[in-house]
């Protein structure tokens, strides 16, 4: 599964169904901007807070695995 994937499934229901609005609403961007990192990745200046926002159980390594920490 995609970390992405992950995080809307922490952040949400067990779907994931709720998670990118929850994502969007705390970063201040729509919902739609956060369904894009399913395609094209999660930005990497987004990667730490997500991390702190699941409680390290997605990692910024796992979201942005090429980018280098």
């Known amino acids: 599964m995609a970390a992405i994937k992950k995080v809307f499934?922490?952040?949400g229901d067990k779907n994931g169904r709720g998670g990118p609005a929850k994502l969007?609403?705390?970063?201040?961007?729509?919902s739609w901007?956060?369904?894009k990192w399913v395609d094209n990745g999660v930005?990497?200046?987004?990667?730490?807070?997500?991390?702190?926002l699941t409680r390290g159980k997605v990692t910024k390594q796992?979201?942005?695995p090429d980018f280098e920490w």
């Open 9 to 11: 499934i922490l952040l």
């Open 33 to 35: 901007a956060v369904s």
């Open 24 to 30: 969007a609403r705390h970063f201040g961007i729509t």
């Open 62 to 64: 796992e979201l942005c």
């Open 43 to 52: 930005p990497p200046e987004r990667a730490a807070e997500i991390e702190r």
